[in-house]
């Protein structure tokens, strides 16, 4: 988490928090790309550099570096301000979305079961009077602090359900909030 101090024309000196998300995740994410990849661009340059096939493998290897980088910037570039002038969350493909302070109507602070297991990972809500989502946080790529953090800047009223909820409870409870993918209900 890193701080950084800004400066408003009018107001004089102001204090935004940048936060970031799990680190732990970017180190995942490169051992993953390289454990998946190295082997098997090993294994066709083995295969085509005495014919005449390995420019084409050079070119597959060349995007695939090249689609790495832009994740790794991507995730390098995810963050979420928070200030004086509410929430600024810029999200993995590049969307920015600003939440001034009087514009969220409620925050909910759920734990969520993840899959059949019984660990639980918290899940912030940001929403509109009207419902809709504006922020979300997952606890696997966010801290409950960072979360606290958010949920305190908005000057909301915390929902916190007493209980963890599963994802069809969840689901049933606020299916607004969730992505499309996650209303499906797959099976019975």
């Not at 995007?63 to 979420?80: E, Q």
């Not at 359900?161 to 607004?176: D, F, G, K, N, V």
Request: net charge positive; proline share 7%.
């Amino acid at each position: 988490m890193n701080e950084q101090t800004g400066v408003h024309r009018d107001a004089g000196p102001t204090r935004e928090i940048v936060l970031r998300p799990h680190r732990h995740l970017f180190l995942r994410g490169i051992v993953a790309v390289l454990a998946l990849t190295t082997p098997v661009f090993a294994v066709l340059y083995w295969l085509t550099i005495p014919g005449e096939g390995w420019p084409v493998v050079l070119v597959a290897h060349l995007i695939v570096i090249a689609a790495t980088i832009v994740g790794v910037a991507s995730f390098l570039n995810t963050t979420i301000a928070v200030g004086p002038g509410g929430v600024r969350e810029r999200g993995f493909f590049g969307r920015t979305v600003r939440v001034a302070p009087g514009e969220p109507g409620a925050v909910i602070m759920v734990k969520v079961y993840e899959g059949s297991t019984l660990d639980v990972l918290p899940q912030l809500f940001v929403a509109s009077a009207e419902g809709r989502l504006l922020i979300r946080m997952r606890g696997q790529f966010w801290s409950s602090e960072d979360m606290e953090r958010v949920a305190e800047e908005l000057d909301v009223p915390v929902t916190r359900p007493a209980e963890p909820m599963t994802p069809a409870q969840l689901r049933q409870t606020w299916p607004r909030l969730l992505y499309w993918f996650e209303r499906v209900r797959f099976g019975r």
